[in-house]
């Protein structure tokens, strides 16, 4: 087994035991997203039409994305929270890969998300959410949810690294909640005015959730849309590679370098 292999393993294992010494955090990230289904669905689901398709149809593709991108907070939580602490630099003095830190917390989170996706998916169902699509398509649905959340927790784990403070991070993560406003996640962006929709549009949680409601079938892509969301397969799959690109060495650069 490779190096980074082997460290990866051991640093995966530390970020699940990390989990399970914080049940409450598993509890919030399974209950959030169901509670805002709930209330969204129901509160606001009377008051909002979109054209072809049922609101709740509409809502649950939407937050599992914007679910989804809230692994920047939870990234940059854990990784700052690491730095400050100090267990970071203890990490930096072991004869270890250096990616194999931040690719054990990547792949920790994405194996939490993975299992409170299965509550919030039964809700959807129980609330009138289905799959309207094939099952090859509803799986490629959830391995691009995956895919983004992947994304997502390396954009956190670079801004954890830079900010090297849990205060500030707890202060720049609420930032984060604003990024599902201003794209179609809740709502269909064409009825934003010109400026704000190709805002919205090119949003790369625009581009997943439109992904997500093709692939399970419940509703179309919709017309004289930015080439991500009239595309919205190749452009989540386009958007995820620029991200992992450009944060992957970014983050394992600043993990290895420390504060100089």
Avoid: K
Avoid at 110 to 122: D, E, I, K, R, S
Avoid at 132 to 142: D, F, N, T
Avoid at 159 to 164: A, C, D, E, H, P
Avoid at 188 to 198: I, Y
Wanted: aromatic share 8%.
């Amino acid at each position: 087994m490779s190096t980074l292999a082997y460290d990866g393993t051991a640093m995966l294992g530390r970020q699940l035991r990390r989990v399970r010494n914080n049940p409450g955090l598993m509890i919030l990230s399974q209950t959030m997203p169901v509670s805002m289904l709930l209330f969204f669905g129901y509160v606001f689901g009377s008051a909002l039409a979109v054209p072809g398709t049922a609101y709740r149809s509409f809502l649950v593709p939407g937050l599992l994305v914007a679910t989804a991108a809230g692994g920047v907070m939870t990234g940059m939580f854990q990784s700052a929270q690491d730095v400050h602490r100090g267990v970071t630099d203890r990490f930096r003095t072991l004869p270890i890969s250096r990616a194999a830190v931040p690719l054990g917390q990547a792949l920790a989170d994405l194996l939490v998300t993975a299992a409170g996706t299965v509550p919030f998916l039964l809700v959807g169902l129980a609330v009138g959410w289905r799959v309207e699509g094939s099952a090859p398509a509803a799986v490629g649905a959830l391995a691009l949810l995956l895919l983004f959340r992947f994304a997502c927790v390396w954009i956190g784990i670079c801004l954890g690294l830079l900010t090297r403070s849990e205060e500030a991070a707890g202060q720049l993560g609420g930032a984060t909640f604003l990024l599902p406003l201003l794209s179609s996640a809740y709502i269909p962006a064409e009825g934003l005015p010109g400026w704000l929709r190709t805002v919205a549009e090119w949003n790369p949680i625009s581009a997943v959730a439109t992904a997500l409601r093709e692939l399970f079938g419940n509703a179309s892509v919709p017309e004289g849309a930015a080439w991500p969301v009239a595309h919205p397969v190749a452009g989540s799959l386009a958007w995820c590679a620029v991200l992992l690109a450009v944060f992957v060495p970014l983050a394992v650069r600043l993990h290895a370098r420390g504060e100089r």
